[in-house]
């Protein structure tokens, strides 16, 4: 028997949701984060019907990483612009799914509709996604190239993750030693302020192989860290 009272639903928006998203709940570097996007009705229900080509827009994010073979029909047209083929809507739903190499980093995300100009059917992510940097794993010395014999210069010194990333939550002091004799450098601790450092150096010896090492004093859970 044939129900003359339904009515297809019909796209009127899109609802977007991530896996996790919101100041307060931060995804960490390198962790994979799945977006679902519905083809909306206008009472929030769900377009089953709706299969057209749409667009999918990452704005804030400066080392996303699309994973293809676990999002549902998705190709990158540019940075940050990704197209939704209209095969790939499943009943009206269908996820994509990245991860972000850089943090901290704030990202928004929007989807709409590409193929009726006259009624362009849009939808957003109502809260930004976060990212964090990964556990502290090393740290980084930034030293000048060259400097004169008996010049002080002043060396930075960086709390980072395996990314790269400057840990701006950690803070904690540093030794740090020369290979070379006649090199001044601190002889108590450097003090660490979210993430970041710096010490005066002066070399009093000239030639190739100077090397500072930088040491934790009070390491992260994991065990000591060092960069040299």
Known sequence: MYDTEYVVPVIAKFDVQANQSGLENPITAGVKFTLTITAATIDDGVAVTYQEDSELEI???SGLVLDAAASDGVTEISDGLYALSA???IVGTRTVVFSNTVAPDTISVSVSDCTDTSEIFVG???SLIVIEADARSQIIVDAPDTAGAGDAFTV???YNDKYGNVRVTDDGFVAVSANKLGVEV???EVQITDG????????NWSGDGLVFTVRDIVPPAGGAIMSD
């Open 156 to 158: 930075g010194v960086t």
């Open 124 to 126: 957003v992510l109502d």
């Open 196 to 203: 970041v450092g710096s010490f005066m150096a002066k070399s």
């Open 59 to 61: 704005s804030g994010a």
């Open 87 to 89: 095969d790939e809507w």
């Open 186 to 188: 601190p002889v108590g």
